[in-house]
């Protein structure tokens, strides 16, 4: 079992930058594939960034590609997403998630295992 805690959200005007993070505690969080996904209201969960294991390699969603880098701390357990240049659209939940595959970066959240309960972004124009 991984336990993930995500923390960081808030209100943010346009324009601005904020960081999320991403707590994990239970089994190995260096051996597992991280990602961040994010939910509006109503609309489907989205895939936004993602690092995988063992090479940190990196996969973004265009809509963020140059904006949003996501990084891990293996020795802290801890997964983040430094946001900048946000827009009202990145308005939504954020989740981050844990997948075992061991094949790139999963974009689908059914490849990942475990979330965590989410953290809202409200970006204001």
């Known amino acids: 079992q991984v336990q993930l805690v995500e923390s960081g959200g808030g209100l943010v005007q346009a324009g601005g930058s904020l960081r999320l993070s991403c707590a994990a505690s239970g089994r190995t969080f260096s051996s597992y594939a991280m990602s961040w996904f994010r939910q509006a209201p109503g609309k489907e969960r989205d895939f936004v960034a993602g690092i995988n294991w063992p090479f940190g390699r990196t996969a973004y969603a265009d809509s963020v590609k140059g904006r949003f880098t996501i990084s891990r701390d293996n020795a802290r357990n801890t997964l983040y997403l430094q946001m900048n240049s946000l827009k009202p659209e990145d308005t939504a939940v954020y989740y981050c998630?844990?997948?075992?595959?061991?094949?790139?970066?999963?974009?689908?959240?059914?490849?990942?295992?475990?979330w965590g309960q989410g953290t809202q972004l409200t970006v204001s124009s």
């Open positions: 998630a844990a997948s075992g595959s061991r094949v790139g970066v999963p974009l689908m959240g059914a490849e990942y295992d475990y």
